[in-house]
């Protein structure tokens, strides 16, 4: 074999080595910026799912607070009609008030001053629906009616 045959077979494994090696290097580099990435999106995932769990936290605590205002609300001071008037319903209004029944029914008050209120408890930074923002808008309106359904089961 010749010299030149032996330095062109040693060139040859010389670049593949070298190759080889840099090869190596490059994708040695480039795993560990994807490592390094792949920690970083673990760590925001981690902050993030933190995050959305106070955040779920608190949000159940303040609805569980409104449920209780809407509940306790009849003997609260800020209340101004008699329990007694006052009937839950819980959706789309929380309570009807027949202001001055009870004093009607018990013959201390008159027909006259009955009013009837519908009421909605907010705590916090709760805002009215949609719905009972059009109930309001009917009721200002005058859009309001009393009706009697008779249900006869003789036939």
């Avoid at 480039?30 to 925001?44: G, R, S, T, V």
């Avoid at 789309?92 to 029914?105: A, I, K, N």
């Avoid at 008159?110 to 719905?131: F, M, N």
Wanted: charged letters at 25%.
């Amino acid at each position: 074999m010749s010299i030149w045959m032996a330095m062109l077979i040693g060139a040859c494994i010389g670049v593949v080595l070298t190759t080889m090696i840099l090869s190596n290097t490059r994708n040695g580099r480039i795993k560990a910026e994807y490592e390094q990435y792949i920690a970083e999106l673990e760590l925001e995932h981690q902050q993030a799912l933190a995050h959305a769990q106070k955040r779920s936290v608190n949000t159940s605590r303040a609805v569980l607070k409104g449920k209780m205002a809407e509940q306790l609300a009849p003997i609260m001071p800020q209340f101004q009609y008699l329990p007694s008037d006052a009937k839950f319903l819980g959706d789309p209004v929380d309570y009807v008030v027949f202001d001055g029944y009870t004093d009607l029914r018990d013959g201390e008050g008159s027909p006259d001053d009955i009013e009837v209120v519908l009421i909605d408890i907010k705590s916090g930074g709760a805002r009215l629906t949609k719905g009972q923002q059009a109930i309001a808008q009917a009721i200002r309106e005058g859009r309001v009616r009393f009706e009697t359904v008779r249900i006869d089961f003789d036939d």
